[in-house]
Structure formats: C-alpha cells, structure tokens
C-alpha cells in the first residue's frame, strides 16, 4: 500500500480534482460535437463554428492549469498523482488535436468535406463520450467494469479510426491531382486520426486506475 492509498483511509477524498475533470470532458465532447456539426454544414456557416472551438480549446486550457494547480497543492489525491497527471495531459491533447483540426479546415479552406473527415469526427465524438463515462465514475470507483468496458470501446474506435485513415490517404493519394490538395487534406486526417490515438491514451489512463482499485 502506498502512503498515498494508506491517507485515503484517513482522510476524505479531495473534492476538487473530479469537477474539473468531469469539466474537462463536457469541454471536450462540445468540441468534437461542434466539429461534426462544422463537417456537416455548409462552408458559410462553418466560420462561427470554428471560433466557438477556438474559445472551448482555451476554456480547456485554463482547467488542465486548474487541475496541476490543485496537484501542487494537494498531498493527499483521490488517485495516484502520476495518474492525474496522465489523465490531464492526454484529455488536454485530444482538445489540442481536435482544435488542431478544426484550425486547419478553417486555415486551409477546406470546403469539400469528404466521408472520411466526416466519420474521423464521428468517431471521435463517440470516442470523446465513452472518456466522459469513463471518468463520471471515478467518483467512488465502485463500478470498475463500467470504466474497462468504456475503454474497450474506445479502444476499437481508435483501431476503426486507423483503418479509416489508411483507406483515406489511399484514395488521396490514388484519386487526387493537385499537391496542395493532397497535403491539406492528409494534414486534416492525420490530425483527426492523432484525435483517437489520443482518445485511446487516455482509455489506457483509465483502465490502468481501475486495475489499481479493483
């Protein structure tokens, strides 16, 4: 038993740190939710989309520097502080990747939204939601199969995003003439794709808490 686990036993269980994740998730499926909505609209429309996630990709910034503030001033934490920290950075990273996405079409003016950026986001999305559950649980983790069976899922949308990918660069590469046009959408797949991969780091966060309490 850990000095940290032995404490837990003592002490109640710092509140602070489960609202901000549980903040960080719904900050984080309004992003990948606003981006498919962005995929499925038409271009003129897009522009307000685009900088709502820009402000969520802030919004999302300034939790993960509450998070590491409660860290350092926290002894006692509810879960492994190597675990928090791993959790912060990797849902962190799937905002940055989801911005960064989101950035590019905008930037690269991207209009024609073809049907593997349509299903990358949606598969992030459902990626992004089952991360949600995941951690609404980590309030009392007493229903750990809830959390393994939340990152299974998540881990075979990232294996359906990789095969969506490949077959997407396949056909970019195969179908289309135009260099720029080659570069601009292999970056906006590639950075949805890094989305999942993202998605699944975090499952494995997760997955690995609840092993520790089960």
């Known amino acids: 038993m850990t000095v940290n686990n032995f404490f837990q036993f003592l002490v109640p269980k710092d509140k602070k740190f489960f609202p901000l994740f549980e903040r960080a998730t719904a900050n984080m499926i309004l992003m990948a939710s606003t981006l498919h909505e962005v995929v499925n609209m038409e271009p003129s429309a897009r522009h307000e989309h685009f900088m709502k996630i820009e402000e969520m990709e802030q919004t999302g910034e300034d939790i993960t520097r509450k998070i590491n503030l409660e860290l350092s001033k926290n002894f006692i934490t509810p879960f492994d ?4 920290y791993a959790l912060t950075k990797a849902i962190d990273n799937i905002s ?3 911005y960064g996405a989101s950035s590019r079409m905008r930037l690269y003016h991207i209009e024609k939204i073809t049907k593997s950026i349509r299903k990358l986001t949606e598969i992030n999305l459902e990626a992004c939601q089952n991360i949600d559950m995941a951690v609404k649980e980590l309030r009392d983790l007493k229903k750990i199969k809830r ?5 299974a899922r998540i881990n075979k949308l990232e294996n359906k995003s990789d095969m969506v990918y490949d077959k997407a660069v396949a056909d970019l590469f195969e179908n289309e003439t135009d260099a720029k046009n080659i570069i601009k959408y292999k970056e906006v797949l590639s950075v949805l794709e890094s989305a999942a991969d993202r998605c699944k780091s975090a499952s494995n966060v997760l997955e690995s808490i609840a092993v520790k309490h089960s």
């Open 81 to 84: 502080r190597e675990d928090i």
């Open 96 to 98: 940055g990747n989801i």
């Open 147 to 151: 959390i393994t069976d939340a990152c």
